[in-house]
């Protein structure tokens, strides 16, 4: 892998890497905790993942971490699952988001946008008053540590103010984005039984309103714990009988008190995609993601109080979890409540010039889909403020790497490109943006600090330059304390640990490049196995995709019932294109040419379009099992997929193969 690309595509000046926070924390660890003053980023990732209690224990001194009672020991069991971080230790995730507002009152903690694409800001001491009020009425209306509070909302000022003061009373968050039906909703909420459910009547998108007062109606039906609805009239809609009104609940000029609770205490539920089955309900702890995203956001984004964070998510997406993370490094954040690519595929760009976002965060889909539009970024808006940016939801192909840093040098901007991976399942990245190291082309800089990521072959051998299972060999503050409704773990164990005892093996493939930068193959779940080599579909993807004719592609492997194997590969074409002889056989060459003749698909054939995820991830393994015969009730949840339409196409196909 490392001679693919011998020259970096970007070289941080040795200005950039000495201001650079993870510059200054590092001769700070030197001086204060043993850590390599020389050596650079390796020398430092090596002594966090060598010295973890060390370098935890700084992680939270450099931050000053708030601690109202002190901890015993910053690890106590070490082992994976179960893990104990910080024992004795009790504070407050909420407090820590808010602190900016005593020497920053004034200044804006959000900038929210929609589909106007007029910012309008909301002060750290506004927002902090918002928490205030709405804490001490959550309070009032019988809201204790441990009880779940859920937002069916938009990415919006009210949804920040209402997590922010579930945290702040010791209450577990969740939410979903409003362009999920009742049925993804409920598969998610009837889980974990709220006691409180924010919602909107509706939703802009995409040019158009979208009123959601029926689902809300079957939510609250459906949801009997459920003591208080609290309704937020985006669309302007009066509130529903018996529902409270968002006005009413955040105009007290209340300070907020913040709830003391342990380290370990539930913040947050998340939900994995759900694609095959109910959503796995992930528990992530307050101390846990406190000190990860310092970490990250700190450290790896570079983020501080000059910065602001635009990030292109919904509420539905750990990427808004992770944004408003951003208010723990005094960061101002960018909440946009719109479609991707309305009124044009340039949007998103235009929002980064108008909030003067430093660093800027999309989809690699995003990225190729501009590329595709002969959008030009920084030619046709200003930028200038623009530091990184950085993608995620799938790995960015080397042409998405070269057509940003092009399009940025064309106008003399020297862009940090950030390609990072992670996942819901610890709400932050296992490798990917450092300000300080090179980016090489179609590579993830490298693994996170006090992240012992590897890459394993079946036996649990350590491999470089080859392709192996991405796993972490030791415990992140942020991985899950347990899912809900896991009463034995066994959920939990038999999602991460069942394959190699003690060690979280992640499900992508990955290589750990002899230079220590990182390239993401895609989903060891869903893997291609041919004459016995495992080959990842996110490299067949990126070679297909560069043709213009092809909008989005999807391979699967499906193992047949006489021993052989059968591989497609489905292509949505753009409009106008056809599927003619010249296109198939230009598929297969720039297949066989940037890959290799084992990568050639046994069939290509033409789909009205590829199935995803409610957050945008094209899925393989329902594909597969409804090609192998399984009922489509049986092979996918309803509830999880963006257009269940598409699906009736591979089932048809399976039954006529059949």
Not at 166 to 171: I, K, L, M, Y
Not at 185 to 191: A, C
Not at 508 to 517: C, E, K, L, P, Q
Not at 549 to 559: C, D, F, P, T, Y
Request: proline fraction near 7%; charge should be negative.
């Amino acid at each position: 892998m490392s001679t693919v690309n011998p020259q970096p595509l970007w070289q941080p000046d040795p200005e950039q890497i000495a201001q650079a926070r993870i510059t200054k924390f590092q001769a700070w660890a030197a001086a204060h905790h043993g850590a390599p003053a020389e050596g650079g980023y390796a020398a430092l990732h090596r002594w966090s993942v060598d010295e973890l209690d060390t370098f935890w224990k700084a992680v939270t001194q450099w931050f000053d971490v708030r601690f109202s009672t002190p901890y015993a020991r910053v690890l106590g069991d070490r082992s994976m699952p179960g893990a104990q971080w910080f024992p004795g230790a009790t504070l407050n995730y909420a407090e820590h988001a808010l602190r900016a507002a005593a020497s920053r009152a004034d200044e804006p903690a959000l900038l929210h946008v929609d589909e106007a694409h007029d910012p309008h800001s909301v002060t750290w001491a506004e927002l902090r008053r918002q928490v205030g009020s709405l804490a001490a009425r959550l309070r009032a209306l019988g809201v204790r540590p441990g009880d779940r509070v859920s937002g069916y909302l938009p990415n919006i000022p009210q949804a920040v103010v209402a997590l922010l003061a579930t945290a702040a009373v010791g209450g577990v968050w969740t939410s979903c984005a409003p362009d999920f039906g009742a049925r993804s909703v409920l598969d998610r909420f009837q889980q974990v039984e709220p006691v409180v459910l924010f919602t909107v009547d509706g939703y802009r998108y995409g040019g158009k309103e979208h009123d959601r007062r029926d689902v809300v109606a079957e939510l609250r039906r459906e949801l009997p714990t459920l003591r208080a609805v609290v309704h937020i009239p985006l669309l302007g809609t009066e509130a529903p009988d018996g529902a409270l009104d968002w006005s009413a609940l955040t105009s007290a000029d209340t300070e907020p008190v913040f709830e003391q609770v342990p380290f370990d205490h539930p913040l947050w539920v998340l939900y994995s995609s759900g694609t095959t089955g109910l959503p796995k309900a992930i528990v992530q702890s307050q101390g846990g993601i406190l000190v990860e995203h310092l970490k990250q956001l700190g450290l790896h984004c570079d983020l501080g109080p000059e910065d602001r964070f635009f990030w292109y998510t919904s509420t539905g997406w750990m990427m808004w979890n992770f944004l408003v993370s951003g208010l723990l490094t005094g960061t101002t954040i960018v909440l946009y409540d719109g479609s991707p690519g309305y009124p044009d595929t340039g949007a998103q760009w235009r929002i980064a010039e108008r909030t003067g976002a430093t660093l800027y965060g999309t989809s690699a889909a995003y990225v190729m889909a501009c590329r595709k539009a002969d959008v030009h970024p920084s030619r046709d808006f200003d930028l200038s403020a623009v530091k990184c940016v950085a993608t995620t939801g799938s790995p960015l192909p080397p042409d998405g790497f070269r057509w940003l840093h092009d399009e940025f040098a064309d106008s003399g901007a020297d862009l940090w490109i950030a390609s990072v991976s992670g996942g819901t399942d610890v709400c932050s990245c296992f490798a990917g943006a450092v300000p300080t190291l090179p980016v090489h082309i179609g590579e993830l800089q490298s693994p996170g600090l006090g992240t012992n990521l590897q890459s394993w072959d079946p036996s649990g051998r350590s491999l470089t330059d080859e392709v192996g299972e991405l796993v972490v060999t030791n415990p992140m503050p942020s991985m899950p304390i347990h899912f809900w409704n896991d009463p034995d773990g066994s959920r939990y164990h038999d999602s991460y640990f069942a394959t190699y005892p003690g060690v979280w093996r992640h499900g992508d493939w990955i290589t750990i490049t002899s230079r220590g930068s990182v390239v993401i193959h895609g989903r060891s779940d869903s893997t291609l196995n041919r004459q016995g080599v495992r080959m990842g579909s996110a490299d067949i993807y990126e070679a297909v995709e560069r043709l213009p004719e092809i909008r989005e592609s999807l391979v699967i492997g499906v193992e047949q019932p006489d021993g052989g194997y059968w591989m497609p590969l489905f292509v949505h074409l753009t409009p106008g294109a056809t599927l003619d002889e010249d296109l198939l056989s230009r598929i297969k060459r720039t297949i066989r040419e940037q890959l290799s003749p084992r990568h050639v698909p046994d069939e290509i054939i033409e789909v009205p379009g590829v199935p995803h995820t409610l957050t945008g991830k094209r899925i393989e393994v329902p594909v597969k099992r409804l090609l192998q015969g399984t009922p489509l009730e049986k092979a996918v949840n309803p509830g999880s997929i963006d257009n269940l339409d598409l699906l009736a196409f591979y089932e048809d196909l399976a039954r006529k193969r059949a």
